[in-house]
């Protein structure tokens, strides 16, 4: 059992490093005269088209509203600052495993859920900062019900209709086997805590 | 009682007046196959919106130059694709980059007349790579990259007149023949028109296609008897490395030519075994014959047009090369040249007759073989008719003039004297079902029809006439083109469709083999044009003397640069437009006021240029011709026109912000 918490924990840590090939996130925006979609992957050090061209053709459509530029990598220290974080993690997780000891592994997964939550409301701020902090000289300035500037955040995680968009954000397939990842590393905590706890009982 | 007549009077009028509205219509659902149910018939025609034709069919647009691209069944009209005509939608052959496309060595040709389209083949069947079409009267050939649906390269044909037997690709596509029908003097050479006969000559012109690039080279000009060659179509399976020309005036008349030319019993089709003319050229064989002749070339990268001159050709006595080329006799000026499937069957339309004659392959090669020839015409060895005769469909129409196969085992000709298609059986020669067409048919398509394997589910009847088929729009109509199914015993009228004037042949390909290669923009990154401004970074103004070239981009919703100052009466003006959409569908248009050469439509991706000389100071907008985006209208802009004297300086800005460089050569 020791040496399935270990293997479950290296897992953990390599699930991690995919998200230096895979992206985390994805936004969708759907429209009936985009028929083959429009849409964009975020990954740890950029964003990119979910075609070519993508990117380019959310850009255009939101400077009506004075939405600013996708950022570019050097625009976002994130994008600087989770390669590094991610590249820690893993090595960390494969260290703990070879240590095997399961307060570690507890650790880990402590941390990353800590990391994965201040990820997560950074990404928000972004969102926020992006679909509310517009350009005064937009050619199309829409107002809500009670006057106020539209805001046009994308949701953090699942629907929403901005204008003529549906808007959809879900975990991309990196961020899916990170999910997996901080859970495998939770089992390996449980089964190695188990074991340690039968083996102290044992001695005794 | 006056009450009463007045209300008799009226009923009266009301009835004869229902019964003069019955009258055209009974007449024209009897003219549609009358007892037929029409929602039947509407639900086989019937696309529903947002979904797709299952074929492509490329018609010829005859003498508009053009050809079109309409879906099937459905008939609808999805592109004109300019070829060897200005087009005024796409500035074709009137901005810088395309008008190198109509130079021919008479010079600048606006439009000439389009006749036979085919797709390009592998292995026999088609493969949606290119469409090959002629044009008739300046000879020569184009070819369509079905990548972007559009001309690439047209290729002047030297030594010919009238270039109808034209545009067939042998079964890999090794080959895209060109036949002359009026037979002239090679090279040519001033000499009294009644001295024709004997000294003419019919230039079969062989052009070679790079099977990667498709681009094409005159491999070698085969110097036929002056007779008029009509049609052709190319051996397949067993008969590959032969093409078969019709011809007719076999008589070598110069005048008069419907009687003159109709004095014969039997032209010949002319069976030319291009393999063995290929070897003998190969082997150093032809001679060097000096020509002058355009080959325009549209470079995909640098999005431009130049023109190529051809300037030497050789051309081959078919006398020296022994076994290259035989005449099989086919009664009654035969016109249209069609090979069945298999490649066994050569079917002549006599169209002077009321018969088809079908030639049999591997019966000529025996008569070949056991030396069964009648007679020398003008070298070329003439085989025994019979010899050669497959089988006659006899009294099978007035005026039969194509034909074209199901892969089934049926063939189906289109008669024009009795207007009519006729389906009868390859093999025991015996029509099984005949259908009237409206009117006059010339041309019929079946989509891989004259391939190794059709695709016999429709057939266009492309009418030559169109009468009362639609609503009426003056003496000039449009042409009218019949859609049947043919997946069952009998042929079903399913719909009348209107096309540009003058459909001669047509191409279909399942939609399936070509969609996916279907470009949707032009990369950015691969657009080497010379002059493109690539991002707003990238702009500028150059002026060269009187010459000024303005590197200029749009995207929605603006030009950069909007505001140009520095132009001078007597100038130039180059503006070279570089559309920096990737999105598909989002081309923008640049017009200036006064410009006498063209507006253009610039695709994503792409870079168009178009002249202007401004005539008098001023101040003058330029906008977008697309509706773009919801700020289309507000996509305009300013050039300032100052006189030939001033010193206004050159000044480029976007926002009242200078924008690119100024340059001063």
């Given amino acids: ?204 | 009682m006056m009450r009463k007549w007045r209300h008799t009077v009226l009923v009266s009028a009301i009835a004869l007046t229902v019964l003069h509205g019955c009258g055209p219509k009974k007449e024209s659902a009897k003219k549609n196959g009358g007892a037929l149910d029409k929602a039947s018939i509407a639900e086989r025609v019937y696309v529903p919106p947002g979904e797709w034709d299952e074929f492509y069919a490329f018609l010829s647009g005859g003498f508009s130059g053009q050809l079109s691209v309409h879906g099937l069944p459905s008939g609808r009209l999805f592109k004109i694709i300019p070829v060897f005509s200005v087009d005024a939608e796409k500035g074709w052959c009137f901005n810088e980059e395309t008008k190198a496309m109509c130079m021919t060595s008479y010079g600048f040709i606006p439009w000439g007349d389009l006749h036979h389209p085919d797709i390009s083949q592998t292995n026999g069947e088609l493969d949606g790579r290119w469409v090959f079409v002629n044009e008739n009267n300046t000879p020569r050939v184009a070819r369509i990259d079905l990548r972007y649906f559009e001309t690439v390269e047209i290729i002047e044909i030297p030594n010919s007149a009238g270039n109808h037997a034209s545009a067939f690709v042998t079964e890999n596509t090794e080959y895209v023949v060109a036949n002359t029908r009026f037979a002239v003097p090679v090279p040519q050479r001033d000499m009294p028109i009644n001295q024709m006969k004997g000294n003419f000559k019919g230039a079969a012109t062989f052009i070679k296609v790079d099977p990667e690039t498709g681009r094409m080279s005159i491999a070698f000009q085969v110097l036929l008897p002056g007779f008029n060659y009509d049609l052709a179509h190319p051996g397949r399976g067993k008969s590959h490395g032969w093409m078969f020309f019709t011809s007719y005036n076999t008589e070598e008349a110069h005048t008069m030519l419907e009687v003159n030319a109709s004095q014969n019993d039997k032209d010949y089709i002319a069976a030319v075994n291009w393999k063995k003319i290929e070897e003998y050229v190969n082997n150093g064989g032809g001679k060097k014959m000096k020509v002058k002749a355009a080959h325009n070339i549209y470079d995909e990268k640098t999005q431009m047009a130049r023109t190529e001159w051809i300037t030497e050709v050789i051309v081959v006595d078919p006398r020296e090369v022994p076994g290259a080329v035989y005449f099989l006799p086919t009664p009654k000026s035969p016109h249209g040249c069609d090979v069945d499937p298999s490649g066994e069957y050569i079917v002549g339309s006599g169209k002077l007759s009321a018969d088809i004659t079908i030639h049999s392959f591997s019966k000529m090669l025996k008569a070949i073989e056991e030396g069964k020839v009648v007679d020398t015409v003008y070298g070329i060895p003439v085989l025994d008719f019979n010899a050669t005769l497959a089988g006659v469909v006899k009294n099978a129409c007035l005026g039969p003039l194509h034909t074209e196969f199901d892969g089934k085992g049926y063939a189906y000709t289109s008669c024009f004297i009795t207007s009519e298609v006729i389906k009868w059986k390859l093999g025991d020669w015996q029509v099984v079902d005949r259908h009237p067409v409206y009117y006059s048919v010339g041309h019929i398509m079946i989509p891989g029809g004259n391939s190794r394997k059709p695709f016999g589910k429709y057939l266009v009847a492309m009418n030559k006439i169109t009468k009362d088929r639609f609503l009426p729009t003056g003496p000039e109509l449009c042409q009218s083109a019949q859609l049947f199914d043919i997946s069952g015993d009998k042929m079903v009228m399913l719909l009348d469709f209107p096309t540009m004037g003058e459909p001669h042949y047509a191409a279909g390909i399942p939609a399936e083999k070509v969609v996916d290669r279907v470009a949707k923009i032009y990369p950015l990154e691969e657009n080497e044009h010379p002059y493109a401004a690539k991002s707003e970074d990238e702009v500028k103004i150059v002026r060269k003397g009187n010459e000024v070239h303005i590197y200029m981009t749009m995207i929605r919703s603006h030009f950069a640069p909007d505001n140009i100052e520095g132009i001078k009466v007597g100038d130039k003006v180059y503006f070279h437009v570089t559309n920096l959409e990737q999105d598909f569908d989002i081309p923008h248009g640049f017009a200036i006021i006064g410009a006498n050469t063209a507006e253009v439509l610039v695709m994503p991706g792409q870079t168009e240029t178009v002249v202007w000389e401004p005539k008098a100071p001023g101040v003058y907008p330029f906008y977008c011709t697309d509706f773009c985006s919801a700020l289309h209208q507000e996509m305009q802009g300013y050039v300032r026109v100052s006189p030939a004297d001033a010193d206004v300086p050159m000044k480029i800005t976007l926002d009242d912000k200078p924008i690119g460089e100024v340059i001063i050569e």
Wanted: charged share 15%; no cysteine.
């Fill in chain 1, 1 to 204: 059992m020791k040496t399935f918490a270990r293997i479950l924990m290296v897992l953990a840590g390599l699930l991690t490093a995919s998200l230096f090939f895979l992206p985390m996130w994805r936004i969708d925006l759907v429209a009936p005269q985009y028929p083959d979609g429009l849409g964009m992957y975020i990954h740890i050090d950029h964003l990119e088209g979910v075609k070519p061209g993508d990117l380019k053709n959310i850009d255009i459509l939101n400077h009506y509203v004075g939405m600013k530029p996708l950022p570019k990598p050097e625009d976002m220290w994130e994008f600087t600052v989770f390669p590094i974080v991610v590249g820690v993690m893993t090595v960390l997780a494969i260290v703990f495993a070879l240590v095997g000891r399961p307060v570690l592994y507890l650790t880990w997964f402590v941390v990353m859920v800590v990391l994965g939550s201040l990820g997560l409301y950074d990404f928000y701020l972004w969102l926020y900062d992006y679909g509310t902090n517009l350009n005064p000289e937009a050619p199309i300035k829409l107002v809500d019900e009670y006057g106020n500037p539209m805001k046009y955040i994308p949701p953090l995680i699942g629907y929403k209709q901005l204008l003529n968009f549906e808007v959809y954000s879900y975990p991309a397939i990196g961020g899916v086997l990170l999910g997996i990842g901080i859970l495998l590393s939770l089992i390996a905590f449980w089964l190695a805590y188990k074991t340690q706890v039968k083996h102290k009982i044992q001695l005794a």
